[in-house]
């Protein structure tokens, strides 16, 4: 099946599952995860109109950007990141979705001070509490959630997990509820309760799961798999 194909059937499945559970389709933005694809890849689904992309490794992720810098995609960096490369994502990515400790964070604030930009970030929580699992722990949580919110160079605008390979997708249906709980707790204590502030997004679903992320709440869904095929 072609990428466009793929990617037509995906957003009509998104779609019903929407209204079997009463969202908005409006509410749920498809990320295609397009780490370890070729450009070509990459190119067919812009053809196909899609215009939001996750990355996880940032000099695979460079190069995608220089040759499609003309297409000018919505950029989402997804994996785990090193400090050191901070520098070489700021103004160019939309949002870092995988903040999880406070060395971090003071390298995007002072990186996005000095290119003058907000950079919009998503703090990753491990709510399965895996040790091998990048993401903060809930108890670290809060304290990161301050930090951030006085750091003048980032914008704090949800929360993302990235849970177990599961056989069954209802397996992790408890991890997304969970991260979905840990969300309204920080905006009922740290955003007045606001609900259609900064503080909106939730990242969590991927290919084997995204039906279940959404029925609990996700807002953002990062499906590689489905959109591209197995990768190498
Ligand atoms: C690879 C990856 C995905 C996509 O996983 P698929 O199973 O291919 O849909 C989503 N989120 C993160 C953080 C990833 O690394």
């Not at 919110?149 to 249906?173: H, I």
Request: aromatic share 6%; hydrophobic share 35%; proline share 4%.
């Amino acid at each position: 099946m072609s990428i466009e194909s793929r990617l037509e059937n995906l957003k009509k499945e998104i779609q019903e599952c929407c209204k079997n559970c009463g969202r908005d389709p409006k509410e749920v933005r498809l990320i295609a995860v397009s780490k370890t694809q070729p450009l070509e890849a990459l190119r067919e689904a812009l053809m196909s109109g899609h215009r939001i992309f996750g990355e996880n490794y940032v000099q695979e992720w460079l190069q995608k950007w220089e040759q499609l810098e003309n297409a000018q995609p919505e950029w989402h960096f997804i994996g785990p990141l090193q400090t050191n490369k901070v520098r070489k994502l700021i103004g160019k990515v939309e949002m870092i979705h995988s903040l999880d400790r406070l060395s971090l964070l003071s390298e995007i604030s002072r990186q996005a001070e000095l290119h003058q930009i907000q950079q919009k970030v998503l703090i990753q929580v491990n709510v399965a509490s895996e040790e091998s699992k990048s993401g903060i722990s809930e108890q670290e949580l809060f304290p990161l959630v301050e930090a951030t919110l006085k750091s003048p160079g980032v914008v704090l605008c949800g929360l993302m997990t990235m849970p177990p390979f599961v056989e069954e997708a209802e397996e992790n249906r408890n991890h997304f509820r969970k991260l979905k709980n840990i969300f309204d707790e920080v905006r009922r204590k740290f955003f007045n309760n606001e609900l259609r502030g900064s503080f909106s997004e939730l990242s969590m679903g991927t290919s084997q799961d995204f039906q279940v992320a959404i029925e609990e709440g996700a807002t953002l869904v990062r499906v590689g798999t489905q959109v591209f095929g197995p990768r190498e």
